[in-house]
Every structure is written in C-alpha cells, then in structure tokens.
C-alpha cells in the first residue's frame, strides 16, 4: 500500500494554492507529448460507473483554431453589453483567454450516451457524467502546474458553434477549451482577484450542518 508523509501532503496543499486559471502565456512550445501525458493522467479520474465519459480534441489546425479565437470575441462582445457602468469598465478589461499565445488548444467533451459503465450510477442523476469528465480536467490542471505547465479554461464560448467548428458528434456534450501552455507569470492569487472583480471566501461562508 502506497503511503504519503506530512512533506508530500503540504506539497499537495501547495500544488492547489499555487493552480491557477492561466491566461497569460508564454508562446514557447511545448515538448512533444506534453498534451497526450496530460490526457493519460486526466483519464486516471474517477468516473460514474467506470464510464469514461471524457472525448479529448487537441486542436492544432490554424484555421480552426482562428474560428475558436473568433467565436470567443464575439461571445465576449455579448457578455460586454450584459454588463453596465464600472462593472463594464472592469469588465472590458480583463483578459479572459489566452486562445491566441497559448501553444496547445484542448477541447474537452462528454459523450452521455456512451454504453460504457452500462448506465451505473446515472439513472437518477445522468449529469453525473459531465461532472466526471470535470474531475478530468481538474486532475489534468495540477498535473500540469506540478510540471510548470498553465492551463486556462475558456467558457466565453458558443456550445453549437464549437461543435461545428470541430466537426464533432452531436452526443458529445462541450464542457471546456483548453488553452495550454508555460505562464508568463506565476502567482498563488486568482487573476479575477487581483483585478478586484471577486475576492476568494472562505469555507464558513459555503458550509452549513444538518
């Protein structure tokens, strides 16, 4: 049985205060096969039932990836006009992808209608399936900052458009993008917060007993 001492749990602990949402990114490439190990450790996460619902799209054609780059700016545009006075002005400037600098693009899907698990566990809650492909991801991100890789999830994005974009099956369910690559900086504080868009709240605030 494999054992972890008080060194390795606080290097743990490190490893989740120092993971960050990368937006900004060096354009330095990455060694071969740094997406496809990334993969392998995310494919260690659990899932509902064994089903391995996770579908990996590494994105390296030009063209694509400007139809990527493209969606999110208008996908951003919309999200701008939802927002008024200073909640605008904060928002306008914040840098919210690193689609363009980062070297490695990653879409990451769901396919819910998979056999695989023979539906164990998702009967009554079949959402399961994406939160297993998000536990994915997460592995994925702290394997990645362990080795001085950032990775920055892009959400400000059309679902439809993505999927035509990569001419994916339709039982596939978009969760993310990807962007992957060395950080220009590192810091153990969320760039929203540093912008004074959010603060981090502690535990207290969301826990309650029964």
């Not at 079949?126 to 297993?132: A, D, G």
């Not at 900052?145 to 892009?154: D, H, K, P, T």
């Not at 912008?195 to 981090?200: H, I």
Request: glycine share 8%; net charge neutral.
């Amino acid at each position: 049985m494999v054992s972890f001492d008080d060194t390795f749990r606080r290097q743990l602990h490190d490893l989740f205060v120092w993971r960050r949402d990368v937006r900004r990114f060096r354009t330095d490439p990455l060694p071969d096969g740094t997406i496809e190990r990334l993969i392998e450790i995310a494919c260690l996460s659990p899932s509902v039932g064994l089903s391995q619902p996770w579908r990996f799209v590494i994105v390296d054609d030009k063209t694509r990836r400007r139809a990527v780059i493209d969606d999110f700016k208008a996908c951003n545009a919309d999200a701008l006009r939802s927002y008024s006075g200073e909640r605008a002005t904060k928002y306008a400037a914040l840098k919210l992808s690193g689609l363009e600098e980062a070297p490695g693009h990653l879409a990451v899907f769901a396919e819910k209608t998979d056999r695989i698990g023979a539906g164990l566990g998702r009967a009554t809650m079949p959402e399961t399936s994406e939160y297993s492909v998000v536990a994915g991801i997460c592995s994925m991100w702290l394997a990645a900052r362990a080795e001085g890789i950032g990775i920055g999830w892009v959400s400000i994005l059309n679902p439809e458009r993505i999927h035509g974009v990569l001419e994916i099956p339709a039982s596939w369910k978009f969760i993310g993008y990807l962007c992957i690559g060395y950080p220009q900086t590192e810091c153990d504080r969320p760039e929203l917060e540093q912008a004074k868009w959010e603060s981090r709240r502690g535990p207290d605030e969301f826990t309650i007993r029964r």
